[in-house]
């Protein structure tokens, strides 16, 4: 059974800080996707990573790959309060692109 | 980009109504559709996914007979919560993605189901 595990849970920020989320998966996968969320909303995607070593960035988040290690990272550079949300990875579990997700990440950066 | 309209985006009705969502893909023919669940604070469960014209594959302990899923055309798919009571309240999103793996999945905006 393929298992997603994020930390931190939560993470409070200070503006101008770096941090990094980190996103572990049990079994051989290589599709792993990145989430944003907020409060009572949807899903926003902001990356897909589909191979071993990806490394995608998009303003303040770079998101990379290690199908290897079983690990995607997300990391946030000179975090703004814009970037206030639940961050959720993703799994690709099968051949119908079914996704198990990490539990998120609910990030809060504080002026 | 891809649109995935969901309707309504909330409901709020007595134990044991029927509720329909309807989830669209405005823009692109959606292959396959899946059908999520999100209690709060919590992560998106996954319930089923549906392939056009073909039977809906539910997760284990999701009930078929209670939540009907339709998806009878490539732009629409229906999940129907049958006699709703107030354990069924949730946040119930869905998403759409085109054929192939490397596609990624595009998310409604969700339906807050509210069951008093």
């Known amino acids: 059974e393929l298992k997603v595990e994020q930390n931190p849970l939560f993470l409070s920020m200070q503006e101008g800080k770096n941090y990094t989320i980190y996103c572990n998966y049990s079994t051989t996968s290589d599709r792993l996707y990145w989430y944003r969320q907020d409060p009572g909303k949807s899903l926003e995607s902001l990356f897909v990573?589909?191979?071993?070593?990806a490394v995608k960035q998009e303003g303040r988040l770079m998101a990379s790959l290690d199908t290897k290690a079983r690990l995607s990272t997300l990391h946030i550079t000179a975090a703004v309060h814009d970037l206030s949300a639940t961050y959720f990875c993703?799994?690709?579990?099968?051949?119908?692109?079914?996704?198990?997700f990490g539990k998120g990440t609910k990030l809060s950066v504080k002026p | 980009g891809a649109v995935v309209s969901q309707h309504p985006s909330r409901v709020i009705c007595k134990s044991g109504t029927s509720v329909k969502i309807e989830c669209r893909s405005l823009d692109f023919q959606a292959t396959t559709m899946f059908w999520y669940r999100q209690f709060p604070k919590q992560s998106l469960m996954l319930m089923a996914t549906?392939?056009?014209?073909?039977?809906?594959?539910?997760e284990q302990g999701v009930e078929k007979d209670k939540f009907l899923i339709n998806h009878a055309s490539l732009t629409l798919s229906t999940l129907t919560v049958t006699s709703a009571h107030p354990e069924d309240s949730s946040f119930y999103i869905c998403?759409?993605?085109?054929?192939?793996?490397?596609?990624?999945?595009?998310f409604g905006d969700g339906t807050r189901l509210s069951i008093l």
């Open positions: 990573l589909l191979s071993n070593g």
């Open positions: 998403s759409a993605s085109t054929a192939g793996r490397n596609q990624p999945q595009h």
């Open positions: 993703a799994v690709d579990r099968g051949s119908q692109g079914n996704l198990i």
């Open positions: 549906s392939n056009e014209g073909s039977k809906a594959t539910y």
